[in-house]
């Protein structure tokens, strides 16, 4: 129901932040939560976090727990993930995903629950 595209990919140095906003249309935004997922080359896409409605509940990987953030404007139909102290590791292509109309509590985390994806946006960072 909802269109996806991400912005704000591109090449740091280990250590390095940078910010990633996926902007959302064809829905009403503020019914869906939101989840960041990424893929590396070679591997299977990996969830990154999630964030509810209202943007009062998030969750993460344990991989990024702690250097990432999850954030949401539903007045701008966006939502953000922050990405702060990054690694080598953290090299990969980041998809924004949007669920069906939700629950105002609902947190999803598995790729099955969201039904609209991004086209992805490319993160590299190099040491």
């Known amino acids: 129901q909802v269109q996806l595209v991400e912005s704000g990919g591109g090449l740091v140095q280990a250590g390095g932040s940078l910010r990633l906003s996926c902007a959302a249309s064809?829905?009403?935004?503020?019914?869906?939560?939101m989840g960041w997922f990424r893929q590396a080359p070679g591997k299977e896409r990996e969830f990154v976090a999630t964030?509810?409605?209202?943007?009062?509940?998030?969750y993460y990987a344990d991989s990024v727990k702690g250097r990432f953030t999850i954030s949401r404007e539903n007045a701008k139909n966006s939502v953000y993930l922050q990405m702060n102290s990054l690694k080598p590791e953290d090299t990969a292509v980041y998809y924004c995903?949007?669920?069906?109309?939700?629950?105002?509590?609902?947190?999803?985390?598995?790729?099955?629950?969201?039904?609209?994806w991004g086209q992805g946006t490319q993160v590299t960072v190099s040491s």
């Open positions: 995903a949007a669920t069906a109309p939700s629950s105002y509590y609902y947190l999803p985390r598995f790729q099955t629950d969201f039904g609209s």
């Open positions: 064809g829905g009403t935004f503020s019914r869906y939560a």
């Open positions: 964030i509810n409605r209202s943007g009062g509940n998030t």
